[in-house]
């Protein structure tokens, strides 16, 4: 079910997600709790479309889901910062 890019981009923004702006895309970084980069990251096209299933699976993948019902919930704010990276540690992401 695709989700609008603004509320998909704010959810990542309030998870802790630093935003990086590029020509074509926003370029989104995971960064822990003692600011380091986690090399986990995915990008948003500028463009005012919704972002589409195909998509979102790459973004799901990216940001190491299981499932996209565990990304859809992330972005709809069912998820904390803190249950985020509850879940990257328990998968050793961190």
Known sequence: MPR???KTERAFGTKGLKKEEGRDHTKWKVFDERDRYTGIKTKTSRS????????LSLIRKQ????????????????WKRDDYFDMLRRKKEL
Not at 48 to 55: A, C
Request: glycine share 4%; aromatic share 8%; net charge negative.
């Open 63 to 78: 940001l190491k889901f299981d499932t996209k019902e565990e990304l859809l919930d992330f972005i709809d704010c069912d």
């Open 48 to 55: 005012g479309k919704d972002i589409d299933d195909t998509v």
């Open 4 to 6: 609008p890019r603004l």
